[in-house]
């Protein structure tokens, strides 16, 4: 990608990757805390810009929303990782524009849709749902539909589509707490995190100079890498949302057993009934641990293709700092994927386990990267 402004951009990128990287641990942060409905409105707390801190406010608080009585602690959490992913937003929002120059139709989606998002949230604010919904529909769509139309450039269309996702992200924010943290949307939640983790990594990787070093490793392996480890990102963030992280309090077997009673369709259910709170989880034991005993099995699967990537990039001369990487990041993770079990989810461990995730995602983004079929010419 060529632009004047070339140093410009990078520099935003990699502050908006650390932002995304914070917003995806302050995520886990506050809800391993429980203040997913620390705030019980959208995008406000309370009716507040911030939240709710004083007496007075505080009883007209619980007078306007007496289902949830205001919990300060809890309150600041949820509102201090809003404000974090406003400000990735607005990042975004800034590498967009960027990415768009020398495009006039793109250039004014991104500025459409910018426009679009904030009347959106507007709306929202006056609980105009319904007028809400159109202007946010459309500031999803416009810079996906840009992205699509500009040049064979996958910085510039990866930067325009992200704005798109993470309007998306706002969405499914505001939905989390009005459907009351349903399991479906907040694992959407985080993937969308994971997301735009990935494609700004991506980006960036994008940004340099093609390699003249011989890939280190197939791309087929390194994809196949990929995909597990998404699958079980998934499976980490259901198995969070659906509150079975201690279903199976023991280790390495689950309730005494290798293979503990199961439930997979009570347990994968992916969409329930609206208007249930889904705060603590709604699922029997047994679907629980169909949850969390799934999620090691993926685990295992992630060690097996994972493992394999790491052992072909040692053995190749050009892969080994990335082999060492990779190898490190899994193991790091898998330590603290069983910490989580033997010493009863602390919220360090638990809170880490979802920041290597990224990490690893993104360590593997980078061995896909010098796959690249541009690599030699």
């Given at each position: 990608m060529i632009m004047s402004d070339g140093m410009t951009l990078r520099r935003l990128l990699q502050w908006a990757l650390v932002t995304t990287f914070c917003v995806i641990v302050l995520g886990a942060w506050v809800r391993l805390n429980h203040a997913g409905l620390g705030c019980p409105d959208w995008p406000g707390c309370y009716g507040h810009a911030t939240?709710?801190?004083?007496?007075?406010?505080?009883?007209r608080a619980n007078e306007a929303f007496p289902e949830r009585a205001v919990e300060v602690p809890k309150a600041w959490r949820e509102m201090v990782h809003r404000f974090?992913?406003?400000?990735?937003?607005?990042?975004?929002?800034?590498?967009a524009w960027i990415a768009s120059t020398g495009d006039t139709f793109a250039r004014r989606a991104v500025l459409a849709s910018g426009v679009l998002a904030a009347s959106a949230i507007g709306f929202y604010t006056f609980d105009w749902r319904t007028f809400a919904l159109i202007p946010a529909g459309l500031a999803i769509a416009l810079p996906m539909a840009a992205a699509a139309r500009l040049p064979a450039d996958v910085s510039r269309r990866t930067l325009v589509f992200v704005f798109g996702l993470i309007v998306f992200q706002a969405l499914l924010g505001k939905w989390t707490v009005t459907l009351q943290l349903k399991p479906i949307i907040v694992t959407a939640h985080l993937l969308g995190g994971m997301a735009t983790f990935a494609l700004l990594t991506w980006a960036l990787l994008c940004l340099g100079r093609p390699s003249r070093v011989r890939p280190p490793v197939g791309r087929?392996?390194?994809l196949a890498a990929l995909v597990v480890v998404i699958g079980q990102i998934f499976l980490g963030g259901w198995t969070s949302t659906n509150?079975?992280?201690?279903?199976?309090?023991?280790?390495p077997t689950c309730t005494g057993r290798w293979w503990p009673e199961m439930d997979f369709r009570?347990?994968?259910?992916?969409?329930?009934e609206i208007g249930v709170n889904y705060e603590g989880g709604i699922l029997d034991a047994t679907a629980r641990a169909t949850i969390h005993h799934t999620h090691r099995v993926g685990a295992l699967i992630v060690l097996l293709v994972v493992g394999a990537l790491v052992l072909a990039l040692l053995r190749s001369p050009s892969g080994r700092g990335l082999g060492l990487l990779v190898?490190?990041?899994l193991a790091v993770q898998i330590a603290l994927g069983i910490a989580n079990v033997v010493y009863d989810l602390p919220l360090s461990i638990a809170t880490a386990h979802n920041g290597v995730a990224a990490l690893l995602l993104g360590s593997l983004l980078m061995v896909l990267a010098r796959t690249r079929r541009e690599q030699i010419r």
């Open positions: 939240w709710p801190v004083k007496p007075d406010d505080i009883a974090l992913a406003g400000a990735l937003g607005l990042m975004v929002l800034g590498l087929g392996l390194a509150y079975a992280a201690l279903s199976c309090p023991d280790f009570e347990a994968f259910t992916l969409f329930r190898g490190v990041l």
